[in-house]
């Protein structure tokens, strides 16, 4: 019996870590060619001469938001599967909450003639301590339905902080946020299945709206993981008010975070490079759009297709960054890296070394830290993404080098 049980544990697990493998494979072979859609329609909408053409320009934002949509469904599906495995992790850091809501709200692309965006905070400290990336996934999911499902009249976002007495933390706070809506709303007897994975309010919102169904599971899931909860309220033809909570951490001696660097920025803060930028992949459509990416941006750029040729062009040469595909024939990313920073300590210029890929896993991450890269960007990502990089690491008003 003891035998049997042991076998089947041995199977069970197994079957979990090929599950998660084959999740990781089928992310990143989807990440890979999406990059290229997102990537060019990007550098397309910014063309002057095609945003002269009102139908081309449409066309191509229709094509935008199809395939913006098309990365939310597989980032849900891979981070559904990480929260079930238990291997998602937090990771505590100071934010903002009003400029993380403030940042979203701005980004919405929706008629404001239309919509009124509504923003009220009550008793929210400047500066908290807790987990920003999960926090700020459940707003976005929240606000992205709020948006799908209410054509006209207001959104409103608000936060409400708590003082938990009496907790093991003198610091600790419970933050309650509040998306509300003037939309659809929902029927009672639809509201008791909202956050079970893979369930909509009934067929027809698949139909009218789409979406796969996890995107109030993942702010149920991640909000007991931030030890809060998520629940709704809502009347059907007159809107509905979504709800998640956490606990987060406060200090007086907490500084306000900077806010990031937009874009629109570039040119008025571009940085003055003393060297190119090394564009490291194997891939032909990656360096095609780094290439066009980087010309747009007026950065200098020089090539390699693996980690091998990216080591030699280091020896030889200045280089200001380094653009790190991952996963390359002959020697990888990890490698590379690790002879490059080999070479520095030896004497060797200090460079920032970005981990570029289409694997968004954690243990990836993680072991981009380990192995002493600078940053991490996922793929796909925008020249906005790209843009921002550069500037936090090599702009006028960059920080010292660091790793992660």
Not at 11 to 19: D, G
Not at 53 to 75: A, D, G, I, P
Not at 249 to 254: M, W, Y
Request: glycine content about 6%; overall charge neutral; charged content about 20%.
């Amino acid at each position: 019996m003891i035998k049997m049980l042991r076998k089947e544990k041995l199977l069970a697990h197994q079957a979990s870590e090929a599950k998660s493998q084959f999740l990781a494979v089928m992310s990143h072979e989807i990440r890979t060619p999406l990059q290229g859609v997102i990537g060019w329609v990007d550098l397309l909408l910014g063309e002057p001469s095609l945003q002269k053409n009102v139908e081309t320009h449409s066309k191509l934002t229709y094509l935008s938001q199809c395939s913006s949509m098309l990365k939310e469904v597989v980032s849900n599906i891979l981070d559904f599967s990480k929260i079930q495995e238990g291997k998602l992790a937090l990771e505590y850091t100071p934010f903002s909450i009003k400029d993380v809501i403030e940042s979203m709200l701005s980004s919405l692309s929706i008629d404001r003639s239309k919509l009124d965006i509504n923003l009220h905070l009550n008793n929210v400290p400047l500066v908290v301590i807790g987990p920003y990336c999960s926090i700020k996934q459940c707003l976005s999911n929240l606000i992205s339905n709020a948006v799908k499902f209410t054509a006209d009249g207001s959104i409103t976002v608000s936060c409400v902080a708590t003082v938990l007495a009496g907790g093991s933390n003198p610091g600790d706070l419970e933050l309650t946020f509040e998306v509300a809506d003037t939309g659809i709303g929902i029927a009672e007897e639809n509201q008791k299945d909202l956050f079970t994975a893979f369930q909509q309010a009934d067929l027809s919102t698949t139909r009218n709206y789409g979406g796969t169904g996890l995107g109030l599971a993942i702010v149920k899931n991640l909000s007991k993981l931030m030890g809060g909860d998520a629940w709704c309220k809502s009347r059907l033809g007159v809107g509905s008010s979504f709800f998640f909570s956490a606990i987060v951490q406060t200090s007086n001696d907490l500084e306000v975070p900077l806010p990031p660097i937009q874009t629109n920025n570039f040119e008025k803060n571009r940085p003055c490079l003393e060297a190119p930028i090394l564009i490291v992949d194997d891939n032909k459509m990656n360096h095609l759009f780094l290439k066009s990416a980087l010309k747009k941006l007026h950065v200098p750029y020089v090539q390699a297709w693996d980690g091998i040729e990216a080591v030699e062009i280091f020896k030889k040469q200045k280089i200001s960054m380094i653009l790190m595909d991952l996963h390359m024939p002959r020697m990888n990313g990890y490698e590379a890296t690790t002879q490059i920073r080999k070479l520095v300590d030896l004497g060797g210029d200090v460079v920032t070394i970005v981990a570029v890929t289409a694997d968004a896993q954690e243990s990836t991450k993680q072991k981009v830290k380990e192995f002493k890269f600078s940053d991490f960007i996922s793929k796909p990502f925008t020249l906005e993404k790209l843009a921002d990089c550069i500037q936090h690491w090599l702009g006028t008003d960059a920080t010292k080098q660091k790793i992660l």
